[in-house]
């Protein structure tokens, strides 16, 4: 089992920024794939940023990329998105998920609760 937690949600106006991080714990050798969705109101979730644990490129949705920056830390068993530029688009509830294998869209293994990131225009 793994058990993901997020943080860093809140409240910010447009053009600013958040760091999220999501904190793994349990079987965390066996991760092979962090990511990042996110689920705005009335909307299906929708994957927004992915990283191999153990090195290779990170991979981006179209709709975030050169805004938003997936990281890790291994040692930490932690995962980062740094989003920058937000807009009131980027309103959602975030999610951190982990795979044990798949491709970058999936299928994910576990997930977190979810953390609120909400964008004033």
């Known amino acids: 089992q793994v058990q993901l937690v997020e943080s860093g949600g809140g409240l910010v106006q447009a053009g600013g920024s958040l760091r999220l991080s999501c904190v793994a714990t349990?079987?965390?050798?066996?991760?092979?794939?962090m990511a990042w969705f996110r689920r705005a109101p009335g909307k299906e979730r929708e994957f927004a940023a992915a990283?191999?644990?153990?090195?290779?490129?990170?991979y981006y949705a179209d709709s975030v990329k050169g805004r938003f920056t997936i990281s890790r830390d291994n040692a930490k068993n932690t995962v980062y998105l740094q989003m920058n530029s937000l807009k009131s688009e980027d309103t959602a509830v975030y999610y951190c998920a982990a795979s044990f294998g798949g491709s970058y869209f999936g299928p994910y293994d576990y997930w977190g609760q979810g953390t609120q990131v909400t964008v004033s225009s």
């Open positions: 990283i191999r644990k153990n090195g290779g490129t990170a």
């Open positions: 349990g079987r965390t050798l066996s991760i092979y794939r």
